[in-house]
């Protein structure tokens, strides 16, 4: 019969023996997770470009996603808040700002990853000097991507704004209207359906694609692809920012794959920010 001791050396080497078993012997690298990881997105493109990853790169990376859609700039982050979702892929960094103190968010946004330019749209101009004097423009009704088509307006010179640096102008930083365009500040998700109520409306990158418009064919003047103010990021609750499955999955939106799907699915549309 076996002593005490040898049963318990016995019982630690068998201990070991299974460690060992579960972290090696699979080809597959295995990423330290405790169940799927939950991460929400705004349709076009986050969640096809999340997507690919699910498909193509997680399952070799021991990964688990769950991807999680939603409609409109402000349910991603309250469900991130809440605990619902563990991560969410969709807005930029002068937006999260924005968000945290709004709301008292505890957020980190890690990296950049993509970025859509908005575009000044009008299915009645084809050109912004050909808008009628008193024409309506639908803005974005959130206050940073609202300001986004404010300074493209004032980029090329239809409005003056009292501050052209500033991060967040409003329209009551608008100084000088000589065309005496009107405002309307419209959901963003709902501006492409406001052109044919609109002269013009600024419409969020995701969402023109979404609408089957593109920044480059369609827009009468869209964002310079080259600046990064406006690259969205993964963004996680303060102190999870070392969670394997996060850092992984950064890993994996930053990777040469989703480089080459990004520049082969956009057509310039989106553009990697990493």
Excluded: W
Aim: net charge negative; hydrophobic share 40%; proline share 6%.
């Amino acid at each position: 019969m076996l002593s005490t001791r040898a049963l318990a050396l016995a019982a630690t080497a068998l201990t070991a023996s299974l460690a060992l078993t579960a972290c090696g012997g699979d080809e597959t690298e295995q990423t330290d997770a405790s169940g799927p990881l939950r991460v929400a997105v705004t349709p076009v493109p986050h969640a096809d470009i999340l997507q690919f990853v699910d498909e193509e790169l997680a399952p070799e990376a021991g990964l688990d996603l769950e991807i999680v859609e939603f409609t409109d700039y402000v349910q991603p982050n309250a469900a991130l808040d809440t605990g619902d979702v563990d991560a969410n892929y969709y807005q930029h960094g002068v937006f999260l700002a924005d968000q945290i103190e709004q709301a008292g968010y505890d957020f980190t946004g890690l990296g950049t990853i993509s970025f859509q330019p908005m575009g000044l749209y009008s299915r009645t101009a084809d050109s912004l000097d050909a808008l009628p004097e008193g024409a309506t423009v639908a803005i974005p009704n959130d206050p940073v991507n609202g300001s986004r088509g404010l300074k493209l307006l004032a980029q090329e010179g239809l409005i003056t704004l009292a501050d052209p640096d500033a991060a967040v102008p409003t329209l009551l930083d608008v100084t000088d209207n000589p065309k005496d365009l009107r405002f309307e500040e419209v959901e963003a998700a709902q501006l492409p359906r406001s052109l044919g109520d609109v002269d013009v409306a600024a419409v969020p990158g995701n969402y023109a694609l979404d609408a089957d418009l593109s920044p480059q064919r369609d827009a009468l003047v869209a964002e310079d692809t080259s600046d990064r103010t406006y690259a969205n990021q993964l963004v996680v609750r303060t102190g999870d920012e070392q969670d394997p499955r996060i850092v992984k999955l950064l890993e994996l939106l930053t990777s040469d794959e989703v480089r080459q799907y990004i520049d082969a699915t956009y057509d310039g549309a989106v553009v990697a920010a990493f």
